[in-house]
């Protein structure tokens, strides 16, 4: 079955250390996103990319770095220049296109990252 | 850039109808696509509206009318498995195709 994987669930590191949360498709779509989600809050976009090799700061890129390197790959890594890491994250993959296919993000069952 | 604007909470009964409004403040898109999120879960997609008027998927319908920057989900028949979180979305036309969400409405349905 085709999916968008994210790993893992659960996440704990110390202050000051990067931490890489993986994300994996085989939908076989070109877009990508990674998003964060706050406790009560909506999904603010961090990064995106439209095709491999390619990708865009979204509304809160500070602090965060990605790679894609592969169609089916979107790493994120949380730098220990992010102030408030402690968060859950999500990614997504949309179809290309402009119709509905489009429009429909399929994504991960998320990271749950924790910062002590 | 892009903005949707939505109520925090909605709260209704089991067997009612419920409607959760939209929005939004963008130079162009393609359309508004509307999402549910149980607690701890990931969102998964519900509905999308290209041109104005109204979708019907089974319980949910969406609205989209693009003179009055606005759409709408209607929840019927409202089972408590609803209660989650709603958001809708859009992605925008032209260069910046970031796919960006509204803040969110919960939902919360009492026996």
């Known amino acids: 079955d085709g999916g968008i994987t994210q790993s893992p669930k659960y996440l704990f590191r110390k202050e000051g250390q990067n931490v890489t949360l993986s994300c994996e498709q085989n939908l076989n779509h070109d877009a990508m996103y990674w998003y964060r989600q706050d406790p009560g809050q909506g999904l603010r976009l961090i990064y995106y990319?439209?095709?491999?090799?390619?990708?865009q700061k979204g509304d809160i890129a500070e602090g965060y770095s990605v790679s894609r390197e592969k169609k089916e790959s979107f790493p994120l890594t949380v730098t220990s220049a992010q102030k408030n890491p402690t968060a859950f994250y999500l990614c997504a993959s949309v179809k290309r296109g402009t119709g509905a296919g489009g429009a429909e993000a399929f994504f991960g069952q998320g990271t749950r990252l924790t910062v002590v | 850039g892009q903005s949707l604007e939505q109520p925090s909470e909605v709260t209704a009964v089991e067997g009612a109808i419920v409607q959760i409004n939209c929005t939004y403040q963008t130079s162009g898109f393609y359309g508004l696509s509307w999402y549910q999120q149980h607690d701890g879960g990931a969102p998964t997609f519900l509905s999308y509206n290209a041109l104005d008027g109204l979708e019907e998927t089974g319980r949910f319908s969406s609205f989209l009318s693009r003179s009055d920057s606005y759409g709408y989900l209607l929840l019927q028949e409202l089972q408590m498995k609803d209660s989650a979180s709603y958001f809708c979305?859009?992605?925008?036309?032209?260069?910046?195709?970031?796919?960006?969400f509204g803040s969110g409405t919960q939902l919360t349905v009492l026996p």
């Open positions: 979305a859009v992605k925008p036309s032209g260069s910046a195709r970031q796919l960006t």
């Open positions: 990319s439209q095709i491999v090799n390619d990708f």
